[in-house]
């Protein structure tokens, strides 16, 4: 992606919109995601989420990059910004959670852009646990396996602190073809601090074509085939598996 930046020209500021637009099924975009879509003359992202909305928005421009080329997109849209144009830089799920909204107001600030807006989406974590049913109805958190940006020390670190706190936990980038058994040394190191009947589940092309979920324990999780597109719930010491649904109680007396 080649382009000069255009912020030492003399044009009239525009303004950037980050947005999540959910886990891919239309439906699950935030009206407030669709509203600054219609404002933008300019929508920038990675292929895949590009392709997710293109025909919905034929009148817009698009520029897409691929994997690995997040800070040029950020780059992208400020240039443009600077000529007085609204950019949308889209990504999926929430912007916030593992998504665009932090590099691009990283590269806003190095470039001092200040017009930039954050619209929320339904992450990943949201949506596979409303199709699982209630794993993260108490204490939660997020981990990713990915060890591109994060060294493997420390997400085993989180893991085995998660466990030790006894949140519900859940895994995103649980696995790719160079981290083909990730998920299988995650699942191991959870299992120093939780027993291995510990209810679990994942869910597999969340709102798009193809969706399926299971429920297991976590000994038989760690034996699963999982990938990029699937999301892996863990429960905490309550959670339990009823009628094929993940049900992490809240606390109240019936």
């Known amino acids: 992606m080649e382009y000069e930046m255009g912020y030492d020209k003399g044009y009239d500021m525009g303004k950037i919109y980050v947005i999540g637009i959910g886990p891919g099924d239309r439906r699950l975009m935030t009206d407030l995601g669709r509203e600054a879509l219609e404002k933008s003359d300019v929508i920038v992202g990675y292929k895949v989420y590009i392709d997710l909305i293109r025909e919905d928005y ?9 994997m690995r080329e997040e800070i040029l997109r950020c780059e992208k849209c400020i240039a443009l910004a600077r000529e007085g144009k609204t950019v949308s830089l889209i990504c999926s799920g929430d912007a916030g959670v593992y998504g665009m909204a932090s ?12 017009d930039v807006e954050i619209i929320p989406g339904v992450t990943a974590a949201l949506a596979g646990a409303a199709i699982l049913g209630a794993p993260v109805s108490h204490d939660f958190c997020t981990i990713s396996l990915s060890d591109l940006l994060t060294p493997w020390e420390l997400i085993e670190k989180r ?4 466990a030790e706190g006894d949140f519900c936990i859940v895994i995103y980038n649980p696995a790719s073809r160079k981290r083909a058994d990730y998920l299988k040394k995650a699942c191991g190191i959870l299992m120093e601090k939780l027993p291995e009947d510990t209810a679990c589940g994942y869910v597999r092309n969340i709102g798009r074509d193809g969706c399926e979920k299971k429920v297991c324990t976590l000994k038989e999780l760690a034996e699963e085939p999982v990938d990029m597109f699937v999301t892996v719930f863990v429960g905490n010491s309550r ?7 993940l049900i992490t109680p809240r606390g109240y007396k019936l």
């Open 58 to 66: 034929p009148e817009k421009e698009f520029l897409e990059s691929g």
């Open 103 to 114: 590099p691009l107001l990283e590269v806003a600030e190095k470039e001092g852009f200040m």
């Open 159 to 162: 893991l085995r602190s998660a």
């Open 239 to 245: 959670t339990r598996i009823s009628d094929g649904k």
